[in-house]
């Protein structure tokens, strides 16, 4: 069965880091681009990291220098580290891959809660 499953999301205090994991089953994470977006309540979803099969990673511009997607094939798993986390990063993160030839493949996500 072809799964993603995040975790690791909780509530942080500004300048806290979290580190965040995709599980994927099914498919081996080496072979295909996997990435993370990320939406507020009432806000459009934004891209947060893309990392392709070929290696190149791309980083939405407000988490630039900040987070870091990264992927260990041995555990099949894909992290996010997010580092000097803002108000801002307030939001529900998905992990997702664009696995298979039709639409791309979300897991069902994990809240992120930046605040004092």
């Known amino acids: 069965q072809v799964q993603l499953v995040e975790s690791g999301g909780e509530s942080v205090q500004p300048g806290g880091s979290l580190r965040l994991s995709c599980v994927v089953s099914?498919?081996?994470?080496?072979?295909?681009?996997m990435g993370w977006y990320r939406q507020a309540p009432g806000k459009q979803r934004d891209l947060v990291a893309h990392?392709?099969?070929?290696?190149?990673?791309i980083y939405g511009d407000s988490v630039k220098g900040r987070f870091t997607i990264s992927r260990d094939n041995a555990k099949n798993t894909v992290y996010l580290q997010m580092n000097d986390l803002k108000s801002e990063d307030t939001a529900v993160y998905y992990c997702?891959?664009?696995?298979?030839?039709?639409?791309?493949?979300w897991g069902q996500g994990t809240q992120v809660t930046v605040s004092l």
């Open positions: 990392s392709s099969s070929s290696g190149r990673i």
């Open positions: 997702y891959s664009n696995y298979g030839s039709g639409s791309a493949i």
């Open positions: 099914g498919f081996s994470v080496s072979e295909y681009s």
